[in-house]
C-alpha cells in the first residue's frame, strides 16, 4: 500500500511511540472548527466539566459524538485518518474506536497528569493510534507532551481517576505504578491547525492546564489495528460502552466500531 507518510514517521511511531505529522489535516480543520462549534452549543450527556479554583475558566471534555456531528464523521470517513492509522500501525485493517473533544477555555482547566490511555479502555493490544488534533495554533507550554519509548513497558500502569487521584480499579497486581518521567526523553511540539500527534494507546503523555490568554479547542480520534481485541475490565471504563456485550477476545463488534480500512 502507498505510504502517505515518511517511512521515517513510521519508524518513529514503532521506536517511540509517537510522531507528530505536520499540515496533513489542514483542509479539514474548518470543517471540523465547524463541528467543534455545533458540539460545543449541544454537549451530550456524557460530558464532563473539570473545575479547579486556580484557574476561572471552564474545561469540558465530551466521548463519542461521531454519529451525530456529521463534520466529524465526515473526516472519519472521508478523510486520510484511516489510511495513516494503517501506516503508522502497520497494520492491515483499521477499526474506528472513538472521538474524545477537549475545550479548554482562557485560564482553564485541571492539569492532565502522566497516564497511558489503554488501562482506560475495554481493549488490549499494541496496534492503537490516538491522533490528537488541536483546532487553534498551540505553544509548547499548552500543548500534548509524551515520553517516548513508554509504550514498550510490558505492563500497565495503574490508572487513576483524575479528580481525587484514586485508582480506578480495584487496585491489582495486573498493573504497575507511573514510572519515573526522568528515565524518558519528553516530545513536546508547538502546533499549527492541521498538524497532528499520533501516538499509542500505550504511550505516557500528559498536559498543562490551559495557562493561555486563548481558548483551545483539540480532537482526539482513536483506531485500532489487527491485533485489538476486547479486554473486560474490573470496573467501568472511560469511556463506558454500556451493553457492549462481548467476550475477552473478540474484535470489537462492527456496528459499534466500523472498520474503515481493511486491505
Ligand atoms: O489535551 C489534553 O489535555 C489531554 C489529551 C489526552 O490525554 C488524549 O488525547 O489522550
Not at 171 to 177: G, L
Not at 255 to 263: I, K, N, R
Amino acid at each position: 500500500m502507498a505510504l502517505l507518510i515518511k517511512q521515517s514517521d513510521v519508524q518513529s511511531f514503532r521506536e517511540a511511540g509517537v510522531v507528530i505529522l505536520r499540515g496533513v489535516f489542514k483542509e479539514w480543520i474548518d470543517i471540523l472548527a465547524n463541528g467543534a462549534d455545533f458540539h460545543l452549543n449541544n454537549p451530550s450527556e456524557r460530558s464532563l466539566v473539570h473545575q479547579n479554583e486556580k484557574y476561572q475558566g471552564q474545561f469540558l471534555e465530551d466521548f463519542c459524538n461521531w454519529r451525530r456531528i456529521p463534520e466529524y464523521s465526515d473526516f472519519i470517513f472521508n478523510s486520510n485518518l484511516a489510511s495513516i492509522a494503517s501506516n503508522l500501525m502497520e497494520s492491515k485493517t483499521v477499526q474506528f474506536f472513538h472521538d474524545h473533544f477537549f475545550y479548554k477555555e482562557a485560564n482553564s482547566g485541571v492539569p492532565s497528569p502522566w497516564h497511558q490511555d489503554i488501562p482506560y479502555y475495554c481493549v488490549k493490544g499494541h496496534q492503537t493510534v490516538s491522533f490528537w488534533l488541536p483546532l487553534e495554533s498551540r505553544q509548547k507550554n499548552v500543548s500534548l507532551r509524551l515520553l517516548a519509548g513508554s509504550h514498550l513497558l510490558n505492563k500497565e500502569i495503574r490508572p487513576t481517576s483524575w479528580s481525587n487521584n484514586e485508582s480506578f480499579y480495584e487496585d491489582s497486581n495486573a498493573f504497575m505504578d507511573m514510572p519515573d518521567s526522568d528515565g524518558y526523553e519528553i516530545k513536546e511540539w508547538e502546533t499549527e491547525p492541521g498538524d497532528v500527534i499520533a501516538f499509542n494507546f500505550k504511550t505516557i503523555h500528559g498536559a498543562n492546564a490551559n495557562k493561555d490568554t486563548k481558548m483551545s479547542r483539540t480532537l482526539s480520534f482513536r483506531l485500532l489495528g489487527d491485533d485489538v481485541v476486547y479486554n473486560e475490565r474490573p470496573g467501568r471504563t472511560s469511556p463506558s460502552f454500556s451493553g457492549i456485550n462481548q467476550q475477552n477476545g473478540e474484535r470489537l463488534r462492527e456496528d459499534w466500531f466500523p472498520t474503515l480500512w481493511s486491505e
